[in-house]
């Protein structure tokens, strides 16, 4: 191979393989997987958001021709399942129980209390109809900010229904820093409710062997180990080597996809009890019903500034809306993946924020797709935006006087991080040149002056992905190894497998690992395969979050691949009869030094291991290598997005006229496929400023559950994007790459909700919550004072 | 039960199904054709089209009773076996797809727009695919796919069509259903 950079395969756009399946219906995703004797679950959910179950009939339907079985919460306990387990514990934090089948109350609708498992899935769904569960309804509370301290509890553990509340940053500092300010601005921000809404919905097909005492569970996961982990050691009781867990094709999962659910524990423990593998996917109302939520803050949030617009401190205080049990990662999500965010690109003083955790009767809310970091850039920028306002500055010029500079990294903020590297001048120049910045404020002024109204809105955010290092995260209460592991077996042929401990669902690993194990061996990438998503194949992982695959994933690779290369060149040298000090490693060939006539191949070596016939002294035979990477920090990635809204002036209907990012996620592996995850991640954030937002009424019942009432973006009410990148290399990891999953999605809500907000600064509006639909905005362009 | 004949992908079936089975639900759990998937219960998302007497159906809003005599053409048979069609090539070069899921239903409902229309402009791609969602690419590189595959789909017509050229097919038929489009 080539050693000229421009070809090599990192950083080169090859197309994916793992399209040719998708592209002709052989994927394998879990709802396919079917085997003989496969029996179909339907689960009884309860219609109200908050009762007690006083009683559960079920004996109609275990009459129904084909049922197996019917369980209720009760079998399971009986059968000794546990409660779904936390795994991320703040000071104290109140946990109430939380069980795959409800035992006693309900404490959100859509929670399950019994399971019908039929043969066919007509007759399991016939005979869930007959269960008749007696309710007793009790009054329930939605809104989080009156569920603190309120009349009704949900859990008996947290009268206040208060499940934790937590600080960061300096008190002190922050009130000295609003002291001296000459100005501050105050706003209430909402970030409300989202649902993920991966296509393919949760699905699971679980079977029990009693030849080998193993169970066989498919599940729609990320992170495969982690699953195997908490379902046996947790919550199941079975020892972990005998449960294989395989998360196939995965059709998207945004972080929604992380969690252990009830559904898949409930499939194991009764593919045992029935003794016939148990299958269950969710129809797309139990997706919305009981996937976990995203987002749903409710925040007071105070700049402090002095006369030229430099930030000086910053207060907020967040209440965040758990849903009706702390889910699986659920306390992270609001505290150490949001609050340590808040310095945004920016140099401020001293930074505080109180963060609450409240419990209601609504779906639990996790990680989505972003996890608290859309949520921080959204404060940020909002907040940033209002005080140029206020200041009479233009957005992009108190971005600029507030960026940390260059020479400043790595940086420490106020907020427990320390950046890696950055330049965020140089993004934000490269999104204005690409915006006509200048121009479209010229447009606008003259777009005023006829009575239309376009808006431009900023936003520069920050990231931080792959969360690390484990020893630092263990001492803030997480309960899991923040690591990610890669066995690199090379074949005595010289082909290459590589087993990852990240997942893909949708990532396209199978071809971003192949380019970076190819590329540092010097062989094609058709000499390598790359496994992902089974612990009966892959011996340990901690899966894909928090855009952490390549960061983490890919380094945990490169470190096998450098132990081979060791091995090699020993190896190399003996057969050699050379140094092992002076052997080279470059383009798939062993030689020595200054003798490039000495080579040994790639594939020569490997064969020459696994024969073992003459091997220097000590050395084991075969070539693999087996690696655990932990970090030594995030990476940070950043950039500029600017949107150009119009808003129709008889309607209130906003149109996004353009979405311009730069981004900056290190260096990248496959420019087509980073492209890509930014693309998906900006829809998700247009989406959440204009459209999605979960919504329920005063008794718990969601009113946005389905595709009809909740809005998922459709092709044709987006634009295509103007996209760039800059390249500044994480020192953190070996690879220099920093993640780009969900850059987009953290970015764009507040480059849109600024944009609108600009456009309607003509009618006097200051502020307004996402989702800014027409009926919003039209409603404030009524309210504006002289129309 | 109801006794159905139908044609899909080229080949003849006959099955007893009940009423109630939808066409999706016959394709995917009597055939074993699981390229069409089912993403919502509601018709929204699309991901469940095919073809049906060359037309693009959600195949969940239908029963498969009422496919009685039809000509199905699903994921599976736009191309032969080990074979992509010029669509499905433009969506992997394009990196029109990322986890695949919505991408069987998308592929065929552009194909029904490439049947009508041989050029469609981005809006006009945007309106003909507003019913098949997508949550991971923004269809950003959705658009892109299709307008390459416009391109290349007309480029092999006019090999197939040009004098001299020989008889062979341009690529762009499927084993199925003529290519109206032509």
Redesign the interface.
């Known amino acids: 191979m080539s050693t000229d950079t421009s070809e090599r395969l990192f950083g080169a756009s090859v197309n994916r393989r793992e399209d040719a399946r998708f592209l002709t219906g052989r994927g394998l995703y879990t709802d396919d997987v079917k085997m003989h004797g496969t029996t179909h679950a339907v689960f009884v959910r309860s219609p109200h958001a908050h009762a007690r179950v006083r009683s559960i009939d079920a004996a109609a339907a275990r009459a129904h021709a084909g049922v197996r079985a019917v369980f209720t919460g009760q079998d399971l306990a009986t059968g000794g399942v546990q409660p779904l387990p936390v795994a991320w514990l703040l000071p104290n934090l109140k946990i109430g129980e939380r069980r795959a089948l409800v035992t006693d109350v309900v404490r959100y609708a859509g929670e399950a209390v019994a399971v019908v498992i039929a043969d066919t899935l007509q007759a399991a769904d016939d005979a869930a109809e007959l269960v008749n569960v007696d309710y007793e309804v009790l009054p329930a509370v939605v809104d989080a900010e009156r569920a603190i301290g309120g009349a009704v509890a949900v859990h008996p553990g947290a009268p206040d229904n208060v499940a934790f509340e937590w600080t960061i940053g300096d008190a002190e500092a922050t009130n000295a820093a609003f002291a001296k300010a000459d100005r501050v601005v105050k706003q209430r921000l909402l970030n409300r409710r989202l649902i993920a809404n991966a296509i393919e919905p949760r699905a699971t097909h679980a079977s029990y062997s009693p030849a080998s005492d193993e169970y066989t569970v498919y599940v729609t996961s990320q992170n495969p180990h982690v699953h195997r982990l908490l379902m046996a050691a947790f919550v199941l009781g079975i020892p972990e080597h005998k449960l294989r867990v395989i998360a196939p094709d995965v059709g998207g999962a945004f972080g929604s996809k992380i969690f252990v659910y009830p559904e898949e524990v409930v499939a194991a423990w009764a593919s045992k009890a029935i003794g016939r593998p148990v299958k269950w996917t969710a129809e797309r109302r139990e997706s919305f019903l009981t996937d976990m939520h995203g987002r749903d803050h409710v925040t007071d949030a105070e700049i402090a500034l002095d006369a030229d617009g430099r930030i000086l401190g910053l207060r907020v205080d967040t209440i965040a809306n758990l849903g009706a049990h702390v889910s699986l990662f659920g306390p992270s999500v609001p505290t150490y993946l949001y609050a340590t965010l808040l310095s945004g690109q920016y140099t401020i003083g001293a930074i505080h924020c109180r963060v609450r955790g409240v419990h209601t009767h609504t779906t639990p809310v996790d990680a989505y797709r972003g996890a608290g970091r859309p949520e921080a850039c959204f404060v940020v920028e909002r907040m940033v935006d209002l005080a140029a306002k206020e200041l009479g500055i233009d957005p992009v010029e108190i971005r600029r006087r507030n960026f940390i500079a260059p020479d400043q990294f790595p940086y420490q903020t106020p907020v427990a991080l320390t950046y890696d590297s950055g330049n965020y001048p140089v993004a934000m120049q490269r999104a204005l040149e690409m915006a006509g910045y200048d121009a479209l404020r010229t447009e606008q002024a003259e777009a005023r002056r006829q009575g239309r109204y376009m808006g431009i809105g900023i936003s520069s955010y920050i990231e931080a992905c792959g969360l690390a290092p484990s020893q630092v995260a263990g001492a803030l209460g997480a309960q899991a190894g923040l690591w990610e592991s890669a066995t690199v077996r090379v074949h005595p042929t010289g082909k290459v497998t590589v087993f990852t401990g990240s997942h893909s669902h949708g990532q396209g690993h199978e071809t971003t690992f192949a380019q970076v194990a190819a590329d540092a061996l010097g062989i094609a990438m058709d000499d390598v395969e790359v496994v992902h998503g089974d612990t009966g194949r892959v011996p340990f992982g901690m899966g894909s979050y928090g855009s952490r695959s390549g960061a983490v994933g890919g380094s945990a690779i490169h470190m096998s691949i450098e132990k081979l290369k060791e091995k090699g060149k020993r190896l190399a040298a003996h057969l050699l009869e050379a140094a092992p000090e002076d052997m080279e490693f470059e383009g798939g060939k062993f030689f020595v030094r200054g003798s490039p006539d000495r080579t040994k191949g790639f594939a020569e070596i490997a064969l020459a291991a696994y024969l073992a016939h003459s091997m220097p002294a000590g050395m084991e035979p075969g070539l693999d290598a087996t690696s655990f990477y932990d970090p030594s920090n995030f990476t940070y990635p950043f950039g500029t997005h600017i949107a150009v809204v119009d808003i129709d002036g008889d309607t209130g209907k906003p149109t996004l006229r353009r979405y311009i990012a730069v981004d900056d996620v290190g260096n990248v592996i496959n420019p087509k496929i980073v492209d890509g995850q930014l693309h998906g991640g900006i829809v998700q954030g247009i989406a959440q400023a204009l459209w999605e937002c979960a919504i329920y009424d005063d008794q718990g019942q969601l009113l946005t559950g389905s595709l009809m009432e909740y809005g998922v973006p459709k092709a044709d009410q987006l634009p295509s994007f103007e996209t760039d990148r800059t390249v500044t290399p994480s020192p953190v990891n070996p690879l220099g790459v920093k993640g780009a999953g969900e850059a987009g999605s953290i970015a764009a809500p507040a480059a849109v909700a600024n944009a609108v907000i600009d456009a309607l600064a003509p009618f006097g509006v200051r502020h307004l919550d996402m989702p800014l639909t027409p009926a919003t905005i039209w409603q404030a362009m009524q309210g504006a004072p002289g129309r | 039960m109801t006794n159905i004949n139908v044609t899909v992908n080229g080949s003849q079936y006959q099955h007893e199904v ?1 009423p ?1 089975v939808l066409l999706v639900q016959y394709l ?1 759990e009597v055939l ?11 018709s ?2 699309g ?1 469940c089209t095919v073809l049906v007497d060359g037309v693009a159906v959600k195949s969940c809003t239908m029963f498969a009773a009422q496919a009685d005599g039809a000509e199905i053409l ?3 048979g ?2 032969p076996a080990g074979e ?1 069609h010029p669509l ?1 090539e433009a ?3 394009a ?1 029109g ?8 239903g998308m ?1 065929m409902a552009a194909y029904d727009l490439l049947q009508h229309n041989e050029a469609p402009a ?2 006009e ?3 003909a ?16 796919a299709v307008s390459d595959a416009a391109r290349r789909m007309t480029d092999a017509r006019s090999a197939v069509n040009a004098p001299g050229a020989p008889s062979a097919s341009g690529g762009a038929a499927p084993r199925a259903v003529a290519n109206r489009g032509g």
């Open positions: 009940e109630r995917r074993e054709l699981t390229g069409t998937h089912v993403g919502c219960d509601t929204q998302c991901a699903t994921i599976e736009l191309a992509l499905q969506f992997r070069d990196h797809l990322q986890c695949g899921f919505c991408t069987p592929v981005p809006h791609i945007r309106e695919l507003e019913g098949n969602l997508c949550r991971c690419t923004g269809y950003h590189n959705i658009v892109r």
